[in-house]
């Protein structure tokens, strides 16, 4: 396997040449830039750009060259900083400001960039209303006759704004709605039979769409570019729960265990993956007793799976796919990875980790052993699948082979891995040691024979995800413990330590707002989009969900086309509480997205197309 070594990434070249386009990516902000884009080795850069969900300027600071640097950025009257940039890292810094702030920033490097970039934060017509279809299929996959076509209002200006919506000849029309600052509302909705034509005119001071197309479920053009269903339901006082067939129990006679079909006090943590024919796995936590995590409570919980052979339509019933041998033992936090040039299908593995018993969760774990059998430490254990997810193997133990005898607790980050564009499949993890959490990898170059731990990314962070850039680099997006915002960190690059194996640049705050809680972050890349070696390709486009509100509220999907310099569009996918959320590519192009509500909310799968995602 060769070793990769640096190469600007393609995007930034991109960047270098065509700069100022970034410009009609900022929102409505008229913005002036002077001087070179880039240095005279044409690398190093600094770009400008606007995020009016959190009332931002970010500044991020580009050093694709093969030695470490510092930039200093100005902004006369305010003050002067200074950052290291390692080679082939980059940083961000951020200016909370209100709407209608004026700005101006010289940025240098003794490379000799000298660029500066002036502007105006303009959140003032930051609005948009999105057309989506929910699309509940019967226990048998029927769909309704009728379906919910729902209008959701978004308002990321810092004012409250007055919604008028006209659906002419519809009962009712006009409709009114104000919307507080950096505020939602999906309140309107209509019932309506499959086939109903529909036009709504949305309009506000400085804001006039309309939305018109036929009420259907399967994102077709001219229907709602979104669709939404629930795959796993609790049971509540007011609802019965999603069946899952194979869950275990013990015997009532106290003879042993059995398996049962019943349901969960609490779905929770979803995982997701897209094999190569284009079966979409979608897993979550059964947690059969209570909402506790790992090791909490009973540590009843086992992991379910549904299966959709046709682009997430429909869905196979709920099965568990793991559970341990006693109830007091427990699985959970499922991670999904598709090794794409393993067979025609692939390979996929499954992430599940295990506490051996109440009270050995993540920070209930003692450090000292990595033996498969140790009783005083949560595991890391690999399950896998050659037919698509319809079968998977028995539970491997990998602690003997990536857990460090000095961690404490460590867990697979749930979600998804990646397998990067060398083969290379990568699995994050989070882990504690002396105290302290840390993020990293596990990887295997065998195509999963083996496993070993990779670097630290990271301290002082927790859930995260690899992501590897167009360049070939791999950045980590990371969870921070302190909550507010997202932290990247970037894999070095070369001989010595090549992606996740060698350490890592130093971590830097992206100015992404999070409520500290599990995000994702994936490369746009469909199942088909591989090499003659079967490997991933690599793409500049990313696609980031994450609740963009300072509570576990407001999910987000957001979109870049520069490898995460900047994030020009972005979309709502849930207004109200959400919870961890894990993303990917479907075989036809359209991303799917499968988030929790809360304990007892239920996870639901949303498709959409990326033209709907690129609304606004």
Same mark, same amino acid.
């Given at each position: 396997?060769?070793?990769?070594?640096?190469?600007?990434?393609?995007?930034?070249?991109?960047?270098?040449?065509?700069?100022?386009?970034?410009?009609?990516?900022?929102?409505?902000?008229?913005?002036?830039?002077?001087?070179?884009?880039?240095?005279?080795?044409?690398?190093?850069?600094?770009?400008?750009?606007?995020? &009016? $969900?959190?009332?931002?300027?970010?500044?991020?600071?580009?050093?694709?060259?093969?030695?470490?640097?510092?930039?200093?950025?100005?902004?006369?009257?305010?003050?002067?900083? $200074?950052?290291?940039?390692? =080679?082939?890292?980059?940083?961000?810094?951020?200016?909370?400001?209100?709407?209608?702030?004026?700005?101006?920033?010289?940025?240098?490097?003794?490379?000799?960039?000298?660029?500066?970039?002036?502007?105006?934060?303009?959140?003032?017509?930051?609005?948009?209303?999105?057309?989506?279809?929910?699309?509940?299929?019967?226990?048998?996959?029927?769909?309704?006759?009728?379906?919910?076509?729902?209008?959701?209002?978004?308002?990321?200006?810092?004012?409250?704004?007055?919604?008028?919506?006209?659906?002419?000849?519809?009962?009712?029309?006009?409709?009114?709605?104000?919307?507080?600052?950096?505020?939602?509302?999906?309140?309107?909705?209509?019932?309506?039979?499959?086939?109903?034509?529909? *036009?709504?005119?949305?309009?506000?001071?400085?804001?006039?769409?309309?939305?018109?197309?036929?009420?259907?479920?399967?994102?077709?053009?001219? $229907?709602?570019?979104?669709?939404?269903?629930?795959?796993?339901?609790?049971?509540?006082?007011?609802?019965?729960?999603?069946?899952?067939?194979?869950?275990?129990?013990?015997?009532?006679?106290?003879?042993?265990?059995?398996?049962?079909?019943?349901?969960?006090?609490?779905?929770?943590?979803?995982?997701?993956?897209?094999?190569?024919?284009?079966?979409?796995?979608?897993?979550?936590?059964?947690?059969?007793?209570?909402?506790?995590?790992?090791?909490?409570?009973?540590?009843?919980?086992?992991?379910?799976? *549904?299966?959709?052979?046709?682009?997430?339509?429909?869905?196979?019933? =709920?099965?568990?796919?793991?559970?341990?041998?006693?109830?007091?033992?427990?699985?959970?936090?499922?991670?999904?990875?598709?090794?794409?040039?393993?067979?025609?299908?692939?390979?996929?593995?499954?992430?599940?980790?295990?506490?051996?018993?109440?009270?050995?969760?993540?920070?209930?774990?003692?450090?000292?052993?990595?033996?498969?059998?140790?009783?005083?430490?949560?595991?890391?254990?690999?399950?896998?699948?050659?037919?698509?997810?319809?079968?998977?193997?028995?539970?491997?133990?990998?602690?003997?082979?990536?857990?460090?005898?000095?961690?404490?607790?460590?867990?697979?980050?749930?979600?998804?891995?990646?397998?990067?564009?060398?083969?290379?499949?990568?699995?994050?993890?989070?882990?504690?040691?002396?105290?302290?959490?840390?993020?990293?990898?596990?990887?295997?170059?065998?195509?999963?024979?083996?496993?070993?731990?990779?670097?630290?990314?990271?301290?002082?962070?927790?859930?995260?995800?690899?992501?590897?850039?167009?360049?070939?680099?791999?950045?980590?997006?990371?969870?921070?413990?302190?909550?507010?915002?997202?932290?990247?960190?970037?894999?070095?690059?070369?001989?010595?330590? *090549?992606?996740?194996?060698?350490?890592?640049?130093?971590?830097?705050?992206?100015?992404?707002?999070?409520?500290? &809680?599990?995000?994702?972050?994936?490369?746009?890349?469909?199942?088909?989009?591989?090499?003659?070696?079967?490997?991933?390709?690599?793409?500049?486009?990313?696609?980031?969900?994450?609740?963009?509100?300072?509570?576990?509220?407001?999910?987000?999907?957001?979109?870049?086309?520069?490898?995460?310099? $900047?994030?020009?569009?972005?979309?709502?996918?849930?207004?109200?509480?959400?919870?961890?959320?894990?993303?990917?590519?479907?075989?036809?192009?359209?991303?799917?997205?499968?988030?929790?509500?809360?304990?007892?909310?239920?996870?639901?799968?949303?498709?959409?197309?990326?033209?709907?995602?690129?609304?606004?």
């Amino acid at each position: 396997m060769a070793l990769m070594t640096w190469r600007a990434p393609a995007s930034l070249r991109r960047l270098a040449v065509a700069l100022l386009a970034v410009g009609a990516a900022l929102a409505a902000a008229t913005v002036v830039t002077t001087g070179p884009a880039v240095a005279a080795d044409g690398s190093q850069s600094a770009v400008v750009s606007q995020d &009016c $969900t959190s009332s931002r300027i970010r500044v991020a600071l580009l050093n694709p060259t093969a030695a470490a640097t510092t930039f200093t950025v100005t902004w006369p009257g305010s003050g002067t900083w $200074t950052r290291a940039v390692a =080679a082939g890292d980059r940083t961000d810094l951020y200016f909370s400001k209100p709407s209608g702030t004026a700005y101006s920033f010289r940025t240098t490097t003794p490379q000799g960039l000298d660029r500066t970039t002036s502007g105006t934060l303009d959140c003032g017509r930051s609005m948009a209303a999105q057309v989506s279809a929910e699309c509940p299929r019967g226990a048998d996959g029927s769909q309704p006759a009728t379906h919910r076509l729902k209008l959701t209002l978004v308002n990321r200006s810092d004012t409250s704004k007055t919604f008028t919506v006209v659906w002419a000849g519809r009962s009712g029309s006009p409709w009114t709605r104000t919307v507080a600052a950096r505020g939602a509302d999906d309140t309107l909705s209509w019932t309506v039979a499959d086939g109903t034509p529909y *036009r709504i005119r949305t309009t506000a001071t400085g804001f006039d769409r309309t939305e018109s197309g036929t009420v259907r479920c399967g994102l077709a053009a001219g $229907t709602p570019g979104m669709n939404a269903q629930t795959l796993f339901a609790a049971h509540t006082s007011t609802g019965a729960g999603t069946p899952i067939a194979g869950l275990n129990r013990a015997k009532a006679d106290g003879s042993g265990y059995e398996t049962y079909t019943g349901t969960a006090a609490s779905v929770r943590i979803p995982a997701m993956a897209v094999t190569n024919n284009g079966t979409v796995i979608a897993m979550a936590d059964a947690r059969i007793d209570s909402s506790g995590d790992l090791g909490g409570r009973s540590n009843n919980i086992q992991v379910a799976m *549904r299966r959709s052979t046709d682009g997430g339509a429909t869905w196979s019933g =709920a099965s568990t796919v793991a559970h341990a041998a006693t109830t007091s033992e427990g699985y959970g936090d499922s991670s999904l990875l598709v090794d794409r040039s393993a067979g025609p299908d692939g390979k996929v593995y499954a992430f599940v980790n295990y506490s051996p018993g109440p009270g050995i969760g993540y920070a209930g774990s003692s450090a000292g052993s990595n033996s498969a059998t140790d009783s005083t430490a949560m595991h890391i254990r690999m399950i896998s699948s050659t037919d698509n997810g319809a079968t998977w193997s028995r539970p491997v133990d990998l602690n003997p082979q990536v857990k460090n005898v000095k961690w404490a607790g460590m867990f697979a980050s749930s979600g998804h891995g990646i397998q990067l564009s060398d083969g290379r499949l990568v699995q994050p993890i989070v882990y504690k040691q002396d105290g302290v959490d840390h993020a990293g990898n596990i990887y295997s170059d065998d195509h999963g024979v083996s496993w070993h731990a990779g670097a630290p990314a990271a301290t002082g962070v927790n859930e995260n995800k690899a992501v590897q850039r167009d360049s070939g680099q791999v950045v980590q997006n990371l969870r921070s413990d302190t909550g507010g915002d997202r932290w990247y960190a970037t894999a070095a690059d070369t001989a010595a330590g *090549r992606n996740v194996a060698g350490a890592y640049g130093p971590a830097w705050d992206s100015g992404l707002i999070d409520p500290g &809680c599990n995000a994702d972050e994936i490369s746009y890349l469909r199942p088909a989009d591989v090499g003659a070696d079967g490997y991933p390709t690599r793409t500049p486009v990313t696609v980031q969900s994450n609740n963009a509100s300072a509570d576990r509220s407001e999910l987000t999907v957001r979109v870049s086309e520069d490898d995460g310099v $900047t994030w020009p569009h972005q979309v709502l996918i849930k207004p109200g509480a959400a919870g961890y959320s894990t993303t990917a590519v479907l075989g036809n192009g359209v991303i799917g997205d499968l988030y929790e509500i809360g304990d007892t909310g239920g996870i639901v799968f949303s498709s959409f197309t990326p033209d709907w995602a690129r609304q606004s």
